[in-house]
Structure formats: C-alpha cells, structure tokens
Nanobody, 117 residues
Framework: QVQLVESGGGLVQPGGSLRLSCATS????????MGWYRQVPGKQRELVAT???????NYGDSVRGRFTISTDNAKNSVYLQMNSLKPEDTAVYYC???????????WGQGTQVTVSS
C-alpha cells in the first residue's frame, strides 16, 4: 500500500510564502508522475503542479510563475514552493502520485493552506 504524507500547510498573509512537502513510502521513480492538486468546498479538485521522472514540470495557469514543484529522490519526497500567495490560493492541497501501470491514483490526506490577512 502506497502512503503519501503531506506537511507544511498553515496560515500565511497575502504575498507570503509556504513550502509543502509530501513523503512517499516508495521510490518516486516507481511513479509516472507526482504532484499537487487543491480543492475548495463546492468546487472540483484542480491541478496545481505535477512533475514526471524526466523531470518535466507542469503547472496550472493560476499558479504558473509563482509556484515551483521539485523532488528529492533520496528522500522519496516532492515539494511545492509557493510564493506571492493570494487569498484565492486558499484550499486543501493534496499530494498525488500516478502509477506507471494502472489507472488508480494515490492521494495524501490533504493539508490546509489559508491565505488571509
């Protein structure tokens, strides 16, 4: 069973920064990609950023230029550096891993990010 454990969420003022971490119980090379999605109540979960083993990052339009995704292969971890945060970035952020084989994604439990003054 794959486990994804997120950390690093919290309350930050507009314009501030946060760094999210996601540790997995498997080597990140065992996945096709890893990434982050976010969700607010009443809305669909949306893509924030993903990265493949190439590595090849991909960002959602609303965060491109402000957020950076990265990995640490030795620590089996993926990170999301969030800068210039806006109130509309407030959401629960979920770590995601897509398997190389199969169609069922793995998800973390989520971490709350609140951007407010």
């Amino acid at each position: 069973q794959v486990q994804l454990v997120e950390s690093g969420g919290g309350l930050v003022q507009p314009g501030g920064s946060l760094r999210l971490s996601c540790a997995t119980s498997r080597s990140i090379f065992s996945f096709y990609s890893m990434g982050w999605y976010r969700q607010v109540p009443g809305k669909q979960r949306e893509l924030v950023a993903t990265i493949t083993s190439a590595p090849s990052p991909n960002y959602g339009d609303s965060v491109r230029g402000r957020f950076t995704i990265s990995t640490d292969n030795a620590k089996n971890s993926v990170y999301l550096q969030m800068n210039s945060l806006k109130p509309e970035d407030t959401a629960v952020y979920y770590c995601n891993a897509k398997p190389v084989v199969g169609t069922i994604d793995y998800w973390g439990q989520g971490t709350q990010v609140t951007v407010s003054s």
